[in-house]
């Protein structure tokens, strides 16, 4: 199957026709529902002493099945294996400019039991506290093209989602931010309906403007995931993989998916010991060291400064998680202390290979640029489901460029 990546990068997403091919599809669904059951049971045991008998599935606007991959057998190993298609991991290979690529989630999106108009609100799958002002984001993207695409893939008709094309590319316009403050959960001008058919799929990117727009009691179970690089000389800063962790699940696929995980999570281990190695050179003050893995990350100038920027939140992270006391926290509350759950794994292994005094001295490092990153007054973001911080929203820090922050190794900056 070929797809037109530069219509993809001035759109911001693809509709793929028949993704599941017709003969495949009963199968699919047939699997996925017996996932669904199971899933049911676990929030059905896990419900808190106020909610109704079948905790999540009846509370939650969206029903989601967050990891597929835990719940399958060998008999539903097809519910994984589907991302490891021609038809998504081949397209997603047509669309990132990277040797190597991963898969990263593995969702399924359901009905709720009661009407949710509205849905989610616009938004786009991002916040400058734990990524990256808009700007550098979307110049990243014009450089070098995606490090991660994201996909629907519905089981039946699905017309729930909506986008706003080409919005990947710049920061707000002033007719949406005025929407924003009014109703983010009304169409947007520049907004469409994307309309699936059974087994057909939209791959997108994360920057886009999206709107989940009417959370119904109409049958919906809609997979959801996407794909990332791996591997240099792109960093994908978005949902790292978490299933490398647990690779119980494998057992139940086909000897060539098996395979084909397995070499995943080996790049995947490169890929930590190269942030590995870059961090310790910046704990070092060693320059050419650090150029040199930077330059693995992003072998052009443009992109190297948000790559950066990123970098600089997975040393938050570990940092959150070098705190006394921290990593013997439940899982739930470890995430909620790092600030983002789907990259707890991957951010538990990096800080793992620092002493908590070496993190603190790591996070120095980065200070300066962090404080460049941030306003001196309460920054709002404007799309839906999104929190204020002092995180600058649109604009990277001027005048500030990989010499600079190499340079500002020796200011002194206390450390929040």
Not at 150 to 167: E, F, K, M, R, T
Not at 322 to 336: C, D, H, N
Request: hydrophobic share 40%; aromatic share 8%.
């Amino acid at each position: 199957m070929r797809v037109n990546q530069a219509q993809f990068m001035e759109e911001g997403y693809l509709i793929i026709r028949n993704v599941i091919p017709a003969d495949k599809l009963e199968a699919i669904r047939a699997s996925y529902e017996i996932l669904v059951e199971r899933q049911k049971a676990i929030w059905a045991r896990e419900r808190q002493p106020d909610d109704p008998p079948g905790g999540v599935w009846e509370t939650h606007q969206q029903p989601r099945l967050s990891h597929v991959e835990a719940l399958i057998d060998q008999a539903t190993a097809n519910a994984v294996e589907l991302w490891l298609h021609e038809n998504t991991l081949g397209v997603s290979r047509q669309l990132i400019r990277a040797p190597e690529l991963a898969v990263t989630e593995m969702m399924l999106m359901c009905n709720p039991v009661r009407d949710h108009p509205g849905g989610t609100g616009w938004h786009r799958d991002f916040h400058p506290a734990t990524q990256a002002p808009v700007e550098g984001l979307t110049t990243d993207l014009q450089e070098n093209g995606p490090g991660y695409v994201q996909w629907n893939i519905p089981l039946y008709d699905d017309n729930v989602l909506w986008v706003a094309p080409g919005s990947h590319l710049r920061s707000n316009s002033e007719a949406e931010e005025r929407q924003m403050a009014q109703d983010p959960q009304a169409p947007l001008p520049s907004g469409i309906p994307v309309a699936l058919n059974a087994g057909d799929g939209v791959v997108y990117t994360n920057l886009i403007w999206h709107w989940g727009s009417n959370y119904s009691t109409r049958l919906r179970r809609t997979i959801h995931g996407g794909h990332a690089s791996i591997a240099p000389p792109l960093y994908a800063h978005i949902f790292s993989p978490v299933w490398d962790q647990q690779m119980s699940f494998c057992a139940h696929l086909s000897p060539a998916a098996r395979q084909t995980f397995e070499r995943m999570a080996q790049l995947l281990g490169q890929q930590r010991d190269l942030l590995a190695s870059m961090f310790r050179a910046i704990v070092a003050k060693d320059e050419d060291t650090f150029i040199h893995a930077l330059s693995a990350l992003r072998p052009g100038e443009e992109g190297r400064m948000v790559c950066l920027a990123l970098l600089s939140k997975v040393v938050m992270r570990m940092r959150a998680l070098s705190r006394p006391g921290v990593r013997s926290l439940p899982r739930a509350e470890r995430a909620k202390t790092t600030g983002l759950l789907g990259m707890l794994d991957f951010d538990e292994n990096l800080a793992g290979r620092f002493s908590p005094a070496e993190v603190d001295l790591l996070w120095q490092r980065f200070a300066p640029l962090d404080a460049r990153l941030q306003a001196d007054t309460e920054q709002h973001v404007s799309w839906g489901r999104s929190r204020p911080s002092h995180y600058i929203v649109n604009e990277m820090p001027a005048n500030f460029e990989v010499a600079d922050f190499i340079a500002s190794w020796n200011e002194q900056i206390v450390a929040m």
